[in-house]
């Protein structure tokens, strides 16, 4: 019996890649269009794409909420593995990034079940919520700006239905949470964040140390 997570040393992660992940021909091309790019440390980890991937089909998701869409690592691993009918509402506040995103989800084949909504996203929420889509989505992937993140999970809570799951991604952020030295507005911000969903009744967690941290919260 294991009683700790490892440390993942590099040898290690190594390993743990060449084991479990398997991109679509896609995903690897949009990683290397998009390798150059200043903030290309944004996108989410291969790792986390193959999560999402999964989730998808356990969850046999019909419609997916996506906050933060940067170039499209997620949604692409979302919505190839999402059946026909199924859609995706993607939020995103910079239209240059969703556009690399909608150049892949036109490849793939599903940027017609797109419903892509620019601007920030406390606005494009509060719109879904106006329009009656509370209940409507089976998975949530929160990834956009943190200082937001208390905002975007409390809609997510009503947009998500009973028995869906809420991912919050970059929990750990960069590690500074659990650094004592680090009491910037981001940091504490998190740290408040990760206490106020792990004492959340409202849902069931579990906290997964992949990539930068993911928190899944299915709610109850
Ligand atoms: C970490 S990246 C998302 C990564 C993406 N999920 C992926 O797999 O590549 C965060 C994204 O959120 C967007 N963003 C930041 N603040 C936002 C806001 N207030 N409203 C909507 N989008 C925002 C950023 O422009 C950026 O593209």
């Known amino acids: 019996m294991t009683q700790k997570t490892l440390p993942l040393t590099e040898d290690l992660y190594h390993y743990f890649i060449q084991h479990s992940v398997k991109e679509h021909p896609l995903q690897k091309e949009l990683r290397e269009d998009t390798s150059d790019m200043v903030?290309?440390?944004?996108a989410t980890a291969p790792e986390q794409?193959?999560?999402?991937?999964?989730?998808?089909?356990?969850?046999?998701?019909?419609?997916?909420l996506e906050i933060g869409v940067f170039t499209g690592g997620s949604s692409l691993a979302v919505g190839l593995n999402?059946?026909?009918?199924?859609?995706?509402?993607?939020?995103?506040?910079?239209?240059?990034?969703a556009e690399i995103a909608q150049v892949f989800w036109d490849k793939a084949g599903f940027s017609d079940r797109?419903?892509?909504?620019?601007?920030p996203a406390v606005e494009s929420l509060a719109e879904l919520e106006s329009e009656g889509a509370a209940g409507s989505f089976d998975l949530a992937f929160i990834d956009a700006d943190k200082p937001?993140?208390?905002?975007?999970?409390e809609s997510c809570l009503r947009l998500v239905k009973k028995g869906g799951l809420i991912i919050i991604d970059n929990?750990?952020?960069?590690?500074n949470v659990a650094k004592e030295e680090f009491d910037d507005k981001d940091t504490?911000?998190?740290r408040e964040f990760n206490k106020m969903v792990y004492e959340d009744e409202r849902v069931q967690i579990a906290m997964l140390p992949?990539?930068?941290?993911?928190?899944?919260a299915y709610v109850r």
């Not at 794409?49 to 997916?64: P, T």
């Open 171 to 175: 929990v750990f952020w960069h590690g």
């Open 210 to 216: 992949l990539g930068d941290g993911m928190t899944l």
């Open 49 to 64: 794409g193959q999560l999402l991937a999964l989730l998808v089909k356990l969850l046999n998701v019909k419609r997916y």
């Open 188 to 190: 504490e911000s998190m």
């Open 39 to 42: 903030m290309s440390r944004m």
């Open 114 to 119: 797109v419903d892509l909504r620019i601007g």
């Open 82 to 97: 999402l059946p026909s009918d199924a859609s995706i509402v993607a939020l995103e506040r910079r239209e240059e990034y």
């Open 148 to 153: 937001h993140y208390p905002e975007y999970y």
